[in-house]
């Protein structure tokens, strides 16, 4: 598991790169739910009388 983890002796590239990806993709995502909850909500204001 210690090999796994070491990544061959590039652990110290390879577990922040995979850290920034996690980061960036989870920002994608809380965005893009943000912005369907604005437009689902604009779109309700829009369809009232």
Same mark, same amino acid.
């Given at each position: 598991?210690?090999?796994?983890?070491?990544? !061959? !002796?590039?652990?110290? @590239?390879?577990?922040? &790169? @995979?850290? +920034?990806? +996690?980061?960036?993709?989870?920002? &994608? +995502?809380?965005?893009? +739910? %943000?912005? @369907?909850?604005?437009? %689902? &909500?604009?779109?309700? &204001?829009?369809?009232?009388?």
């Amino acid at each position: 598991m210690s090999d796994f983890l070491a990544m !061959g !002796g590039y652990a110290a @590239y390879i577990w922040p &790169a @995979y850290g +920034v990806s +996690v980061l960036l993709l989870g920002g &994608a +995502v809380v965005l893009t +739910v %943000r912005a @369907y909850r604005n437009a %689902r &909500a604009q779109l309700a &204001a829009l369809e009232k009388p």
